[in-house]
T-cell receptor, first 113, second 112 residues
Framework: GENVEQHPSTLSVQEGDSAVIKCTYS??????FPWYKQELGKGPQLIID?????GEKKDQRIAVTLNKTAKHFSLHITETQPEDSAVYFC????????????FGSGTRLLVRP | DAGVIQSPRHEVTEMGQEVTLRCKPI?????LFWYRQTMMRGLELLIY????????DSGMPEDRFSAKMPNASFSTLKIQPSEPRDSAVYFC??????????FGAGTRLSVL
């Protein structure tokens, strides 16, 4: 089955700097890669996703890149703000079991003011 | 749109007691998911419903766990009897397509 590894487990950046979180997946058939943000006491919230037919997607300060050959994808946050502080999860799912999102272990991002 | 609504937000119970968690999905969403989140195991899919029918319950840890979806606007996750190792945050999520989903705020369960 699919396995998703996420790095780093914690990340501390200065406000205004960029943050990058990386994930690798094992199943080459996976075709959907969402990213979730989880704030303390809340459920995960979808912030951006990408499908395997594109290599990059942007939404304001957030971007996701996908390298299908290497089976890894990354979340990029530019001009970080204190409110970006949260736990971020990557996930992957495939065609055969599209409902089965396999989550990474999470990255705790701290943006220092 | 009120989002996915879960109740209760917090539940403290004693070992051996029955626990029922409730979920109201977003109107119009035909897929519903129950997840469990712990520090050790992360986010685990327990069960997946599509159009009120359980499609995959392979993530349900034991027979002590059961889930129902009697209609499109309501689902329950029941643990009977509860054990301390069931302590976790339980999330319900819904979606209109199988891959994108909205999570509720979760129920934090503590079994003493």
């Amino acid at each position: 089955g699919e396995n998703v590894e996420q790095h780093p487990s914690t990340l501390s950046v200065q406000e205004g700097d960029s943050a990058v979180i990386k994930c690798t997946y094992s199943d080459s058939a996976s075709n959907y890669f969402p990213w979730y943000k989880q704030e303390l006491g809340k459920g995960p919230q979808l912030i951006i996703d990408i499908r395997s037919n594109v290599g990059e997607k942007k939404d304001q300060r957030i971007a996701v890149t996908l390298n299908k050959t290497a089976k890894h994808f990354s979340l990029h946050i530019t001009e970080t703000q204190p409110e970006d502080s949260a736990v971020y999860f990557c996930a992957a799912s495939g065609v055969d079991s599209s409902y089965k999102l396999i989550f990474g272990s999470g990255t705790r991002l701290l943006v220092r003011p | 749109d009120a989002g996915v609504i879960q109740s209760p937000r917090h539940e403290v119970t004693e070992m051996g007691q029955e626990v029922t968690l409730r979920c109201k999905p977003i109107s119009g969403h035909n897929s519903l998911f129950w997840y469990r989140q712990t520090m050790m195991r992360g986010l685990e899919l327990l069960i997946y419903f599509n159009n009120n029918v359980p499609i995959d319950d392979s993530g349900m840890p034991e027979d002590r766990f059961s889930a129902k979806m009697p209609n499109a606007s309501f689902s329950t996750l029941k643990i009977q009897p509860s054990e301390p190792r069931d302590s976790a945050v339980y999330f319900c999520a819904s979606s209109s397509i199988e891959q994108g989903r909205n999570f509720g705020a979760g129920t934090r369960l503590s079994v003493l």
